[in-house]
């Protein structure tokens, strides 16, 4: 079916690991984006993509890195894990006007101990 | 920078009754998005208002964005134990696609 896919599912990680949170769609959607989510907070917005090539950072971009090699899949990486990390993590994609609004992937819950 | 507001935080209400969400910019938006969160579930898209005034109706949610294109809400009729979830609002950074969140309403429906 067509989405947007993340992996993995779940993750747990040890304070000061690296690990890189994957996300992929086959829309052919030009704009992706990383979200976190907190309780009470909403969905808060950590690095986007306009295009392959094209990164740039949003509301919280502190610890975490993007690249958009192609134009399918947009990788989070998390340089080394702290507990504040701790939270739900999607990805989401959408047409450039993003009329038709976003497209969220399932998430990632990742526990940093 | 713009920020997107959404009041209540939580309601609780009795099957039947109906639910109402308000969303507030503190800027002019040119447009706003609305999606709904099930527990445990991912954000859906709903629906987006671009007009200023826009009424759009999908069966029993009615959703509104406000003359001066910095307020809107979703209101649903009756609600049923399948609306439970979070609604969030969003609205676009100025100039850019990327969309910022409300921190969402949290609906329960007690059957």
């Known amino acids: 079916n067509a989405g947007v896919t993340q992996t993995p599912k779940f993750q747990v990680l040890k304070t000061g690991q690296s690990m890189t949170l994957q996300c992929a769609q086959d829309?052919?959607?030009?704009?992706m984006s990383w979200y976190r989510q907190d309780p009470g907070m909403g969905l808060r917005l950590i690095h986007y993509?306009?295009?392959?090539?094209?990164?740039d950072q949003g509301e919280v971009p502190n610890g975490y890195n993007v690249s958009r090699s192609t134009t399918e899949d947009f990788p989070l990486r998390l340089l080394s894990a702290a507990p504040s990390q701790t939270s739900v993590y999607f990805c989401?994609?959408?047409?450039?006007?993003?009329?038709?609004?976003?497209?969220f992937g399932s998430g990632t819950r990742l526990t940093v101990v | 920078g713009q920020q997107v507001m959404q009041i209540p935080q939580y309601q609780h209400v009795q099957e039947g009754e109906d639910f109402t969400t308000y969303c507030n910019s503190s800027t002019t938006l040119s447009n706003i998005q609305w999606y709904k969160q099930r527990p445990g579930g991912h954000p859906v898209f709903l629906i987006q208002?671009?007009?200023?005034?826009e009424v759009k109706k999908q069966k029993r949610l009615t959703f509104q964005f406000g003359e001066a294109k910095k307020n809107s809400s979703l209101h649903i009729t009756a609600t049923q134990t399948t609306d439970v979830g979070t609604y969030f609002c969003?609205?676009?950074?100025?100039?850019?696609?990327?969309?910022?969140f409300g921190a969402g309403t949290r609906l329960t429906v007690k059957p």
């Open positions: 969003a609205g676009p950074r100025k100039d850019n696609n990327d969309m910022r």
């Open positions: 829309m052919n959607h030009e704009y």
């Open positions: 989401a994609s959408s047409s450039f006007r993003g009329a038709a609004g976003y497209t």
């Open positions: 993509s306009v295009g392959a090539g094209i990164t």
């Open positions: 208002l671009v007009k200023s005034g």
